[in-house]
């Protein structure tokens, strides 16, 4: 059995379970075997699982100091470019081969499927894994968004932009020591970046992309989060495939459990992170955010840093976005800045995030967490074309009026001065 060992867990949510003892006098014979039989679902759901409850983060794996356009030295406290991922690991990413097809994430609890097979449209996956056994559980669900992105790791390189065909060289945003993965086939018409991920979470907002109804996936090959059509492509009988792995155990995964602490902070106690209230309520270049996380005091706390991409998703609301319940994609116990985006609508910021996104073809940009609509110039028009709660990546520096119509393949609005919201470990 391989197993990564920890070197850092964090904090670890550790579950009570407390026991019901019930006595069977009066009962019928009926009610005796349901209660066996729930007994028995409940062993099956935590046999050969780590005993984690709550929303334990996963660190990034990204180890590597980022300037605005390069790769540098590690700066100090004080330096330029203080406070990026690579100076707060979070806990470093530990799984278990269970020698079964299966792999056990020992930070967040959960098992996963170790290889993701063909690739199949949405309503293919919701009807797969219903009756979906494997390793002599029948208790696998599409993951949420949030689950699927616990999986991702920023030791990656986007190899958007690459021309060739070998992806030998290639290093993809998930652990391959563990995880089968395989990237997009261009001998059947794919790009090599086609190695999206299924997830369980479909955009509530406006966005009519693509013919709406978009579904958030993780996509491993190029390190993001974006809305993917579920129906027919233009000129195509069916929807848009996936990759799809399955997973069981810790279902309290990705729920929040927000308090708001009266002093200008929120503390989530299912990640054991607190939060500042109130955004930047201003836009800045990255470098400019870091320092500004980095020399912040607030609420008699000065340990204050940018979140890194995995933190920042984790307080997405994805069941609310500007055109459903026109709000920020957050929890309402946050306030959000509103602004006015590149199409003239009311909206809500991208915001930075510490972690780089690194390109095989230059050394990247800075990860971000879209609260509003993603939005991006295509036919013609701005529209929302990869939902609220999207992941993308913009330049660190220049000026955003030399992108009128955004940039690659939808037209990404790139906006370079992003917000801030500002989190430290709050034990």
């Not at 991922?85 to 020992?106: C, F, K, L, Q, R």
């Not at 021309?163 to 086939?185: Q, R, V």
């Not at 002093?263 to 800045?284: C, F, H, P, Q, V």
């Not at 996104?357 to 050394?363: E, T």
């Amino acid at each position: 059995m391989k197993q990564k060992k920890l070197k850092k867990m964090g904090t670890i949510f550790i579950s009570i379970t407390a026991l019901l003892l019930f006595g069977t006098s009066g009962c019928s014979e009926d009610t005796i075997l349901d209660n066996e039989e729930i007994n028995s679902g409940e062993e099956q759901k935590n046999e050969n699982l780590p005993d984690v409850s709550g929303y334990p983060i996963v660190g990034t794996n990204q180890t590597i100091f980022y300037g605005s356009s390069s790769q540098i030295n590690e700066p100090s406290a004080g330096d330029a470019f203080y406070g990026q991922n690579a100076h707060y690991a979070g806990n470093e990413p530990s799984y278990t081969d269970n020698g079964d097809e299966t792999i056990t994430d020992n930070v967040t609890g959960l098992m996963w499927q170790k290889g993701s097979g063909s690739k199949m449209t949405y309503d293919q996956a919701k009807s797969t894994v219903e009756s979906f056994d494997l390793a002599g559980y029948s208790d696998w669900r599409l993951p949420t968004i949030k689950e699927l992105y616990s999986l991702i790791l920023f030791s990656g390189q986007d190899p958007s932009g690459y021309n060739g065909t070998s992806t030998a060289n290639l290093i993809p945003f998930i652990d391959t020591d563990y995880f089968d993965f395989e990237y997009g086939d261009p001998s059947v018409g794919e790009r090599i970046i086609d190695s999206q991920f299924a997830t369980s979470n479909i955009d509530v907002g406006d966005s009519q992309f693509g013919g709406g109804n978009l579904m958030f996936g993780v996509n491993f090959a190029d390190g993001r989060i974006k809305g993917y059509p579920t129906g027919a492509m233009p000129g195509q009988s069916q929807g848009k495939t996936f990759f799809v792995l399955f997973v069981r155990g810790n279902s309290n995964y990705g729920v929040n459990d927000f308090n708001d602490n009266s002093d200008g902070t929120i503390t989530d106690r299912a990640t054991g992170l607190m939060w500042n209230k109130d955004d930047s309520g201003k836009g800045m270049t990255w470098q400019e955010a870091l320092e500004y996380a980095e020399g912040n005091e607030l609420a008699g706390y000065s340990d204050w840093r940018l979140p890194s991409v995995k933190e920042l998703q984790s307080i997405v609301d994805y069941s609310r976005a500007p055109g459903a319940t026109n709000s920020a994609a957050i929890d309402p116990v946050f306030n959000c800045t509103e602004i006015t985006n590149e199409a003239g609508q009311k909206d809500y910021p991208y915001f930075w995030s510490n972690t780089t996104h690194a390109n095989m073809q230059s050394k990247g940009g800075g990860a971000y967490v879209s609260f509003g609509r993603a939005l991006g110039y295509f036919n013609g028009e701005w529209q929302d074309v990869h939902g609220a709660g999207a992941q993308r990546s913009d330049p660190k520096i220049g000026d955003p009026s030399d992108y009128p119509t955004g940039y690659g393949p939808q037209g990404d609005a790139i906006r370079i001065y992003n917000y801030v919201r500002l989190v430290r470990d709050a034990s």
